[in-house]
Nanobody, 116 residues
């Protein structure tokens, strides 16, 4: 069973930055893609950013230019650098991994709170 463990969430002021990490229990090279999603209270989970095994990235329009997804295969970790955070980006951020067989794995989530 694959485990994804997120970390790096916390309280940050508007305009501030955070870096989230997602550590996988096995080689992330075994996944076709990994990504970050978020879910705010009362809202559906939404895509934030994804990165493929080849390194191609995709971002939600709302975060383009402010967020950066990256991967370190040696550490089996995917990162999400978040800059210029906004109040409305308060949410639980989840890591997701997709295997070549179509299996999807989720982490337990990490809380990000943007507040002054």
């Amino acid at each position: 069973q694959v485990q994804l463990v997120e970390s790096g969430g916390g309280l940050v002021q508007p305009g501030g930055s955070l870096r989230l990490s997602c550590a996988a229990s096995r080689s992330i090279s075994s996944f076709t893609a990994m990504g970050w999603y978020r879910q705010a209270p009362g809202r559906q989970r939404e895509l934030v950013a994804t990165i493929t095994d080849a390194g191609y990235t995709n971002y939600a329009d709302s975060v383009k230019g402010r967020f950066t997804i990256s991967r370190d295969n040696a550490k089996n970790t995917v990162y999400l650098q978040m800059n210029s955070l906004k109040f409305e980006e308060t949410a639980v951020y989840y890591c997701r991994a997709s295997s070549y067989f179509g299996t999807v794995y989720w982490g337990q989530g990490t809380q990000v709170t943007v507040s002054s």
